[in-house]
């Protein structure tokens, strides 16, 4: 008895090797849900596929152009990062040369290094900075990654699913 039902609420599905159960799906549900077309009118069928198509391709495209430009704007920074770390070496140059053991000409020597201290210290930090976005970034794609596999009909409640890897 507990077969019969299950023939009638589930159905095997084979996507490209992959075999699953899912629910059946209910003719009136489905015709329901879709607006009411005319029967095989194969220019309407088109016009909607083209239309499907074309909101689909778009969606795509906006989800791609916005990767690109977080991509671009994290590149500007690191060159921006790169042309400042330049500027700032050849601004603190070690006068090794005229290293003397006088008190008074040390001082300039020590403010130097001081400064190049700080600017590598500026530069580790922008470093770290942009670690931690990137690294957020892909904490975020992993997570949209596994909710879309989540919310996949196929599991439904998890009692349902249970009892549907259990019944044979």
């Not at 239309?51 to 690109?68: N, P």
């Not at 001081?114 to 990137?134: G, R």
């Amino acid at each position: 008895m507990a077969g019969t039902v299950w023939e009638e609420e589930w159905e095997l599905c084979n996507d490209d090797g992959f075999v699953y159960k899912r629910k059946k799906r209910r003719q009136d549900s489905i015709a329901a849900a879709a607006p009411p077309v005319p029967a095989s009118d194969p220019v309407v069928e088109k016009r909607q596929r083209r239309e499907r198509k074309k909101r689909t391709l778009m969606k795509l495209r906006d989800q791609y152009q916005k990767e690109i430009d977080h991509w671009e704007r994290l590149s500007n920074m690191l060159q921006e990062m790169e042309k400042s770390t330049h500027q700032q070496q050849t601004f603190v140059e070690f006068p090794l040369q005229s290293l003397q053991t006088s008190g008074s000409v040390c001082q300039p020597l020590i403010d130097d290094l001081l400064l190049q201290a700080e600017a590598q210290e500026a530069i580790i930090q922008n470093l770290a900075n942009l670690c931690d976005v990137a690294e957020v970034m892909c904490k975020a794609s992993d997570e949209g990654l596994k909710q879309s596999f989540f919310e996949l009909p196929i599991w439904g409640t998890p009692c349902g699913l249970m009892a549907s890897l259990s019944d044979e």
